[in-house]
């Protein structure tokens, strides 16, 4: 079971040096296993710092994160983080790249073959494996990363804003890729996003955070329409054109725009 | 435990350790004074040449005529190098025509130059000149060329539909629009051009600081070479300190535009 | 020198501009040398040598040999204390630049040292090694190292400093230790930067191995410079000097060719 667990969480940065910040009061979130949540925010809410936490790669100033259970104490194999800026390693190879986590584990060379035939087949990129980075499109870039959390086989998977870096087309391409991989392989997702519409299509729930601290201002739940609207029957297109789509997406945005008004 | 200590700790540590084992070194009779003059020994030294004349003069007068051929080597690269370069920037065919010279001129080390420096100018002061010349030339041709094609040619275009000739583009665009990379070449040509100089006045030189280690070495005096070396050595980090003054100033007028 | 090797050959299809150019301004200087020397006299054999004077000299130092040595054995001298001063400086430096930037406490430990001597130049270490270890190759081989030894230290210090923090995250969260953490990100991130560091220890050891020699030496390029000077001969000078420029680039050439065969990820 890989349920993520936020417990009354804060983040001070700079203390000792410096004037300290306030980034994250109080913060209290469960995500179920196999749930996929997504988090919006103004910037400076504190959302990927949040998301930093769960992975481990920075520490809460009080509180604590669970994973499974687990108290979060650092970076492991049971979560997977894809980046906005993609972070694959530009001296390695699509296959070695993919391979980067399973090595960490032990894998042997027929299991780490057998996986990027795996994923090189599911992110149609056939053809690839001996390609560089930088020889690719962002969008496949971007698969390529997404295939390297994959194949770790973590149960938790952390994603930065991982389309930020897309432009429109490919981004949506990417969206409805996503979801069929997520309903395909189910895992713990959290995804963190500045897009409304893209955290309403993807995430189960959409947690909505305030700024000033960095705090859950609300928690809105999309799985109960997706299901009664079979969302994931439809193409992408179609469903933001949907009623049901809309309304949830004007739910989240009043809420955005209530904050922006605060600070005018 | 090691992580508690500060980092202030660490970089005291260090130097009291070099200065430590080598005042250390030789005070224990480890290793003779006569091979490594210990640091008080080395600033004893000092005072004295700075007092009583070595090879003809007091330390500082060797340094001002040191200092004085680095100047003129100096500011002949820089006023050649820069146009040079900024106008290779601008112009193709110029561009073309010297590449492969200074293809050439680049691989040749600037000592290589002290030979025909002294058979054409003298040992006096323009041999000197012009070894310090051949080692800081380089870079100021290459940081003006690369300053001159960062210049946008957009800027170039709208001084151009302006009605500018070209000695004002050249003056009032790609100057200014490459003085950042100028300046950090300027930096790199300096420390080039005291080295060079170094090594001339080693070699064919009999005045200046570099002469000063000479007869130290042959006097079999380390306490009078050290002492060269120091006084070379803060040399050194004065000039890149004042150029790096003059960078950091250009590129808050440029950058904080 | 790439000049050089299209003059090989004369029926190249096609030529650029830009090379048409460079060939007539090799040509044109050569020519003017002509000129200038041979044909007129304006300038005499004690300023510059005529062409012919060159080709002569260089074909004395290639046979019967000047200064105490053939062209090969002066050149090969050379060759073996670059390569002996650079290996040590390197094999040395690397390590310590990489230290210095991965450990914060390394760094600072060795920094405030590094201030103390990196502004002397390492020319100004020739007198001090001659006084230490004479005239013969162990005080070459000393200055050499020191030269070569800031650049290495320093860029690959620098490299490794400014490895990207999304990458080391990257490697983290995909359960990677210590070992592949310095082997898979370090290395490969701060190799560029590393390599501009051996290439300007590299001309580093060059220029200081002929000060070197020509404050004093028994053989070696720098050796045949100071004897041709004394001699004034300047034939034999511009040989020797066309000689160290020749064997530097040869060197440069092996070093990038290294660089290009570590390196093969870079967009080209």
């Known amino acids: ?264 | 435990m090691s992580e508690r200590l500060p980092l202030w700790a660490w970089s005291a540590a260090g130097l009291i350790l070099f200065f430590g084992l080598w005042q250390g070194a030789v005070s224990s009779g480890a290793v003779s004074s006569f091979v490594l003059p210990s640091p008080l020994e080395v600033l004893e030294r000092m005072w004295k040449l700075m007092n009583q004349p070595f090879a003809g003069a007091l330390l500082h007068e060797h340094l001002l005529s040191s200092f004085g051929r680095f100047m003129g080597g100096f500011l002949l690269a820089a006023v050649i190098g820069v146009p040079l370069g900024l106008m290779m920037g601008r112009f193709r065919l110029l561009e073309d025509i010297v590449t492969p010279l200074f293809e050439g001129y680049r691989y040749v080390a600037p000592l290589a130059w002290v030979p025909f420096a002294a058979l054409w100018f003298g040992t006096g002061i323009g041999g000197p000149i012009m070894v310090i010349f051949t080692g800081a030339f380089a870079p100021c041709v290459i940081n003006a060329y690369r300053g001159a094609r960062l210049v946008d040619s957009y800027l170039i275009e709208a001084a151009q539909t302006h009605g500018a000739s070209e000695f004002r583009v050249a003056r009032e665009v790609l100057l200014p629009g490459a003085l950042p990379s100028i300046v950090a070449g300027l930096r790199i040509a300096a420390g080039l051009g005291w080295q060079s100089l170094i090594g001339a006045e080693l070699i064919v030189v009999s005045s200046g600081i570099g002469f000063v280690m000479v007869q130290g070495q042959s006097n079999l005096s380390p306490s009078t070479v050290m002492t060269a070396m120091a006084v070379i050595g803060l040399t050194g980090l004065l000039i890149d300190i004042g150029l790096r003054q003059i960078e950091s100033r250009v590129r808050a007028k440029w950058e904080g535009r | 020198m790439a000049e050089a090797t299209t003059g090989r050959r004369p029926g190249v299809r096609f030529m650029s501009r830009s090379r048409l150019t460079g060939l007539l301004t090799v040509a044109t200087v050569i020519a003017l040398w002509f000129l200038l020397t041979s044909v007129t006299g304006l300038v005499g054999e004690f300023r510059f040598p005529s062409p012919p004077d060159f080709l002569a000299a260089f074909a004395r130092l290639a046979s019967t040999g000047y200064a105490g040595g053939t062209l090969l054995e002066q050149a090969l001298q050379s060759l073996r204390l670059v390569a002996i001063g650079f290996a040590a400086a390197i094999a040395v430096g690397v390590p310590l630049g990489f230290v210095m930037g991965y450990d914060r406490r390394a760094e600072a430990f060795f920094n405030p040292i590094f201030l103390v001597l990196r502004p002397i130049p390492p020319l100004a270490w020739i007198p001090l090694a001659i006084v230490w270890l004479g005239l013969g190759d162990a005080s070459k081989v000393l200055v050499i190292f020191v030269a070569a030894f800031v650049p290495s230290v320093i860029n690959t210090y620098t490299g490794v400093r400014n490895v990207q923090r999304t990458l080391i995250e990257a490697a983290l969260v995909h359960g990677a230790g210590q070992g592949r953490l310095i082997r898979e990100v370090y290395l490969p991130d701060a190799a560029p930067m590393i390599f501009t560091g051996l290439r300007l220890s590299l001309q580093a050891s060059w220029t200081t191995l002929v000060a070197a020699e020509l404050v004093g030496a028994f053989l070696g390029m720098g050796r045949v410079l100071s004897t041709a000077y004394r001699d004034i001969n300047t034939a034999m000078i511009l040989v020797s000097m066309v000689c160290i420029a020749v064997l530097g680039a040869i060197t440069m050439m092996i070093l990038a060719r290294v660089e290009r065969s570590v390196i093969r990820w870079r967009k080209t």
Request: hydrophobic share 40%; aromatic share 6%; glycine share 10%.
């Open chain 1, 1 to 264: 079971m890989s349920e993520i667990v936020i417990d009354n969480v804060g983040k001070v940065f700079g203390e000792g040096g410096g004037r300290p910040f306030l980034a994250i009061d109080g913060v209290d979130l469960r995500v179920e296993d196999r749930e996929v949540i997504s988090v919006v925010g103004p910037s400076g809410c504190g959302k990927t710092t949040l998301m930093r936490m769960v992975a481990g790669l920075e520490h809460p100033t009080s509180g604590e994160v669970r994973v499974g259970g687990k108290r979060v104490t650092g970076p492991g194999p049971d979560r997977a983080v894809v980046f906005q800026q993609f972070a694959l390693f530009p001296w390695k190879t699509v296959r070695e790249n993919i391979t980067f986590g399973m090595r960490s584990r032990g894998a042997t060379k027929a299991e780490r073959d057998a996986a990027v035939a795996h994923y090189l087949t599911l992110m149609k990129m056939e053809g690839t494996e001996d390609k560089y980075p930088h020889q690719l499109s962002g969008g496949m870039q971007q698969r390529v990363a997404i295939a390297r959390s994959y194949a770790t086989d973590p149960g938790v998977l952390l994603m930065d804003e991982p389309f930020g870096a897309l432009d429109a087309q490919t981004r949506t391409i990417m969206q409805e890729e996503l979801v069929r991989l997520t309903n395909d392989n189910p895992r713990t997702v959290m995804f963190i996003t500045h897009s409304v519409e893209e955290a309403v299509y993807l995430a189960d729930r959409v947690v909505v955070m305030a700024r000033n601290p960095g705090r859950i201002r609300e928690i809105i739940d999309v799985a109960t329409t997706r299901k009664a609207e079979k969302w994931s029957e439809e193409p992408i297109d179609d469903v933001m054109e949907m009623p049901s789509f809309t309304h949830l997406r004007g739910q989240v945005w009043r809420l955005l725009r209530e904050q922006m008004g605060s600070d005018i």
